[in-house]
């Protein structure tokens, strides 16, 4: 396990060096624990967190074990969001803690319905609004997304101490009417996708510069370099 750690780490390294990726680095050290499986988890900074603590979860899959983690070890509530017609039907299917919330549709610039194309292994539950090499342009359905504002209306909540989000290239879109909210969000954990894209170093530049320009410091990497966990440390 040790040697594919630095495995992966060594390969990320090269491709950041010649240009394929944006560079990235931790900035800000503060404990961090792994919450869920290999496939599905996050670094999370735990010390500030407890039973009143609000945790989104934008992108859900087939995996809900890091939001299984979140409410075990902090009783936590989790709001978990997914329009992927096969995780709706898998959660539905789940005998779910009363500490987890799901909402069939994803986030998105606007409320309104949108092609999503599917997966071109129909094994794997990912699809995306982008039409990239791993979807089907033509395989698709139309599924409800809804703007962060439209969300926070329903939900209610005025602030958020974990959003998480792994929604396959939309991050890069979302990301203004997130940070732009006018609420408190302390950490938020991304699993970025700019392999999906031609200029997906430069969205990664200016994605993780916007970050930071708002005040937030990445403080976890996954050994994948995909899985970023950030902190609000300044205004």
Known sequence: MERNSKLKRFEYWIKARIGKIAFIDIEYRLAKKWYGSD???????????????????????????????????????????????????????????????????????????????????????????????????????????????????ETGHTHIDVLKMDIEGSEYVVIDSILNAGISIKQLLLETHERFFD???????????KLYDRGYRIFAISDTYQEISLIKVAE
């Open 199 to 209: 200029d997906g170093k430069e969205k990664g530049r200016l994605f993780f510069q």
């Open 39 to 153: 496939y599905g988890g996050f670094y999370v900074h735990p010390d500030v967190l407890d039973q009143h603590a609000i945790v989104y979860s934008f992108g859900i899959g087939q995996d809900i074990s890091f939001d299984n983690a979140m409410i075990q070890a902090h009783q936590c509530q989790v709001y978990g969001f997914d329009p992927t017609p096969k995780s709706i039907e898998w959660v539905g299917g789940q005998s779910t803690p009363a500490q987890f919330h799901f909402y069939p549709y994803g986030l998105g610039t606007k409320t309104e319905t949108v092609k999503f194309h599917l997966p071109k292994n129909k094994e794997h539950v990912s699809g995306s609004v982008f039409d990239h090499n791993l979807v089907s342009e033509d395989d698709y359905v139309e599924v409800p997304l809804k703007s962060f504002a439209d969300i926070l209306k």
